[in-house]
């Protein structure tokens, strides 16, 4: 950090808007009608009967004019394209890795890693899961197993590193299968189901430590890679001096292959990749890749969005960008947390999460207080939240059970560069007006539960 930087308290936003897109202003009676033909999902609400969209901060994000600009420059050849090259040089420049795959997006990275690394029977440690990520695994024939530290399961502890993974955990594992029953440990910066909570570098250094004298790869989910960087500067011991971007090369060498959804931290609205240093795992990562996306130079994605992509990369680890977003959703989780209402401690790098056993306590977890809350802040106020509970967690693969996590949360995720404090501040207020009657909301069961990721498409009805 420059010495000016140190000493502006603002989190002021470091751009100016040029461009704006006007957005629907809606009445109660209209949200109570949408929401009953959503089936209280928000992920099947039309966008254009939404306020403030705080569902995802996933392909959100406001592009730059440089951003725009490189879509221009698209060089869409079906093979070699020159925006592949400016995207890999920008990879390993920034993130270290040698070879790129790009991908649709996260999940395609996911299923290739999975389809090439996992055979049947395997154990992959992780701290904590992640939806898509979880069902590849499951998909290729592997178990996840939780190795986070317990504090993150705890919505009240302020642990400042909740993303680190306890080693006790992972002995525990190998002692029960064996190191060669574990193709990897994925790792993610910015622990999204944790509430968006970073690892911090020692954690990392030890794991390196550990996976070595194991034998094991480390596999980082580098999708919130920047915020994660942000906090190891803010809060770890002997980083504060070190920049945004050189932290988070630091954390990407710490670790041997990366999947990444780029339409988180680089800002694009589509578009993700898989990166490895291992010439022969990028070799087995180009053939699955032309079955499944397309040709190894492109994978899923255009010319023009590798483009994009690439300057979205170099423009995701500036400091004064990467404050003004944390800074962004600290004002939102600060104020709401000021008027009493419950949520996850520390406020996380990407979303408030609002724990909504302490918000509903009358609502039984069965009932799926999250989903009732999500949907109770959207005819409230216009705003779109996400569940993230039981609803998102699913079933057990072998039992069939729900899982019942302790985290019962809404996310009120703030994509990049799109919204404004004004925002922030009704945001906070149609929550609040729902924590001052909550005893209204209902919970809410299924009327339609798909068998895979069934918080996306799943309906429901008031108990
Ligand atoms: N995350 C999110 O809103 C998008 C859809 S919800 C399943 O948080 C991590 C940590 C993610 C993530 C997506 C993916 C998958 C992988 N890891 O959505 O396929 O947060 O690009 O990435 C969402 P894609």
């Keep these: 950090m420059t010495e000016k930087q140190k000493r502006r308290k603002s989190w002021a936003e470091p751009y100016k808007i040029k461009m704006v897109e006007l957005l629907k202003m809606t009445s109660r009676e209209d949200r109570l009608s949408a929401i009953g033909q959503a089936g209280y999902n928000t992920f099947l609400l039309r966008s254009e009967d939404v306020y403030i969209d705080l569902l995802t901060d996933s392909g959100t994000s406001a ?15 079906y093979a070699g394209s020159r925006n592949f090259y400016h995207l890999i040089e920008t990879v390993e420049k920034y993130y270290s890795y040698k070879y790129t795959v790009p991908t649709h997006q996260g999940r395609g990275a996911e299923h290739i890693l999975s389809q ?38 705890d919505p009240a502890d302020t642990h400042p590193f909740k993303g680190n993974v306890d080693f006790a955990k992972l002995d525990a594992l190998v002692e029960k299968v064996g190191a060669k029953k574990i193709p990897y440990v994925c790792i993610a910066t910015c622990v999204n189901m944790a509430g968006g909570q970073p690892i911090s570098m020692a954690n990392l250094r030890q794991l390196r430590r550990w996976c070595d004298e194991h034998k094991i790869p480390i596999v980082h989910d580098m999708t919130r890679l920047a915020e994660n960087a942000f906090f ?39 578009g993700g990749f898989l990166a490895m240093n291992d010439r022969n795992l990028y070799e087995r990562a180009c053939n699955m890749v032309v079955v499944y996306e397309g040709l190894h130079t ?114 009120l995720t703030l994509p990049r560069r799109v919204y404004t404090q004004a925002h922030m501040d009704v945001t906070a207020e149609g929550v609040i007006e729902v924590f001052e009657n909550a005893g209204e909301v209902r919970g809410l069961r299924f009327t339609y539960e798909p068998e895979v990721l069934r918080f996306f498409q799943a309906r429901f009805e008031p108990v």
């Design 232 to 270: 190891i500067q803010q809060r770890e011991d002997g980083w504060s001096e070190k920049s945004v971007a050189e932290i988070a090369f630091e954390i990407c060498s710490l670790t041997d292959i990366a999947t990444m959804s780029a339409k988180k931290d680089p800002m694009v609205n589509i």
């Design 63 to 77: 592009m730059s004019d440089r951003q725009w600009s490189g879509l221009m420059m698209g060089d869409e050849a």
């Design 116 to 153: 090439i690394m996992i055979n049947r029977g395997d154990y992959i440690p992780g701290n904590m899961y992640f939806t898509t990520t979880r069902l590849h695994q499951e998909l290729a024939g592997g178990t996840f197993v939780d190795v986070i530290i317990d504090q993150a399961h």
């Design 298 to 411: 492109y994978g899923g994605m255009a010319g023009r969005d590798m483009e994009a992509l690439a300057i979205g990369i170099t423009e995701s680890v500036h400091d004064d960008h990467i404050r003004a977003r944390v800074g962004q959703v600290e004002y939102l989780g600060r104020k709401i947390a000021e008027a009493g209402v419950p949520i996850v401690k520390p406020v996380g790098g990407h979303a408030v999460f609002l724990n909504a056993r302490s918000f509903l306590p009358h609502i039984p977890q069965e009932q799926f207080p999250a989903q009732a809350l999500s949907a109770a802040i959207y005819v409230q106020s216009g705003v779109r939240s996400m569940e993230r509970g039981a609803v998102s967690a699913g079933r057990n693969k072998d039992t069939g059970e729900n899982y019942m996590p302790k985290l019962e949360l809404v996310r």
